[in-house]
């Protein structure tokens, strides 16, 4: 696949797809926006089991949209500049297979709403995050409100927001919002053992364990249980069970197609 923003490549199931504007700290613009809702969208017929998201270079993963550009938007292309950003992030998060952000550098703005569309972020420790848009008279529009909340709790994202100010990625580690914070040089052989062991599990059931999470966060909790009981049927009647079960049975490991 070529794009002019993004670098994706894939080995063993494995696919990493690249945030790669270095000289403009891989920020976000409508063209990175729609490179990366057209890659979403072909990621099923590509044979990759798990993705990692990262940015290209040292310094940044994404440090935010590009302010430039948003400073020559008119006035009545606001909501879709933040609708254009929402949609190709819920593309990401929607993805059937599991997404690990490899954090390595500032992720600002959208650069941390980004990686908050992902499943879970691992950061290097000089990695720094935050999101600034009050200082630019702004609001976080690409997601962020949302997903800070629910990852971390209305008191975390709101001291976050509101102070607008970038913080170091033992915060990160300390409020939830990072599963590990590694070293630099180790970041992404850390997340390619990871997306190796999550490569080689049923991609029935993590999609399923996926919709159950994200769907049911926001439902009362019977409702929950009712959508874990549907999914848990859909999985029982999968191949991927048998084999499982077959596996454990036979003391193997399971080949999961």
Known sequence: MQFNNLAFESENGIGVLTFN????LNALNSEVLSELKQFCEAVPSLDVRCL????????AFVAGADIKGLSEKPIAEAGATAEEGQLAFRALEELPIP??????????????????SCDYIVMS????FGLPEVTLGLIPG????????????QGIANFVTLTG??????YALQWGLAVDVVEPEALMDVCRKQAATLASRSSTAMHLSKRAIREG???PLREGEALEVKLFEEAFASEDKVEG?????????????
């Open 217 to 219: 966060y926001d439902l």
């Open 165 to 170: 100010d970038i913080y170091p990625a033992k």
């Open 142 to 153: 690409f997601g962020g409100t949302q997903r800070l909340s629910r990852c971390v709790g």
């Open 52 to 59: 990692i998201v990262t940015g290209a270079g040292d310094k």
């Open 125 to 128: 420790s000089n990695a720094k």
């Open 245 to 257: 079960i077959a596996a454990f049975i036979e003391k193997r490991k399971p080949d999961f197609k």
């Open 99 to 116: 997404v690990i952000a490899a954090v390595n550098g500032f992720a600002l703005g959208g650069g941390l709403e980004l990686a908050l």
């Open 21 to 24: 504007r270095p000289k403009a």
